[in-house]
């Protein structure tokens, strides 16, 4: 099976921009989570989706926001963009009845000046 | 809540040595728990889980990890280190339902194998 993809890899925005991120889980995981990695925080869990619905949510502003369609594909969206938004962002996809049992993505690493 | 401790930020070890990464957790219930490899410039590949089974859990790449509830620890271990072991470690924890998807990981201890 092919693994999680996450596109773009490498992204350069402007403070104030928005972006969004993009990723295509294994096929036939349902639920897609996403993280935040700075080397300040460490690893810190934003959000996941399963079903096209959000199940559970991390504690960041309601600038980072999430969707998923109905191929379980998803997105994560940040707007206003801050410095301290750079980072990587992972995106793990999980068997159905075992959503602690996650496989990454390699990564969008996004870099705001 | 839940957490992890990874003991020490950065281990170095021979090539051939024993690899001992450790992780302890603090869970109200009963966890899961999961250690990680990051290489450079990739995601996280898992290692190894550990979901209420036995408590001696073999992983990928000769690593192994043993559960003690008593020590409330989860260290890492692998007999002979090789070059390409060099990479970043992750311990995580989380609940053992099959909804609970968020993982809880600590602060990561970079493996540096050296000749």
């Known amino acids: 099976k092919a693994g999680v993809t996450q596109t773009p890899r490498y992204l350069i925005k402007t403070r104030g921009q928005q972006v969004t991120l993009s990723c295509s889980p294994i096929s036939g995981h349902r639920s897609v989570s996403w993280y935040q990695q700075t080397p300040g925080q460490g690893l810190q869990f934003l959000f996941e989706?399963?079903?096209?619905?959000?199940?559970n949510k991390g504690n960041f502003p309601g600038r980072f926001s999430g969707r998923q369609f109905s191929n379980s594909r998803s997105e994560m969206n940040v707007s206003t963009l801050e410095l301290g938004d750079s980072a990587l962002y992972l995106c793990?996809?999980?068997?159905?009845?075992?959503?602690?049992?996650?496989?990454f993505g390699p990564g969008t690493r996004l870099t705001v000046t | 809540a839940q957490s992890v401790t990874q003991l020490g930020s950065h281990v170095s070890v021979s090539e051939g040595a024993l690899v001992l990464l450790r992780c302890n957790y603090s869970s109200s219930v009963p966890p899961y728990l999961f250690w990680y490899v990051q290489y450079p410039n990739q995601g996280l590949q898992l290692l190894l889980k550990?979901?209420?089974?036995?408590?001696l859990v073999k992983g990928i790449n000769g690593f192994e990890a043993e559960f003690k509830k008593s020590e409330t620890s989860f260290h890492l271990t692998k007999p002979s280190a090789h070059m390409s072991d060099a990479a970043e470690y992750f311990c995580?924890?989380?609940?053992?339902?099959?909804?609970?998807?968020?993982?809880?990981f600590g602060t990561g201890t970079r493996l540096q194998v050296t000749l």
């Open positions: 793990a996809s999980s068997p159905d009845n075992r959503a602690y049992e996650q496989y």
């Open positions: 989706y399963f079903s096209e619905t959000q199940r």
């Open positions: 995580a924890v989380s609940h053992n339902t099959g909804t609970a998807s968020k993982l809880t």
């Open positions: 550990y979901t209420s089974a036995a408590t």
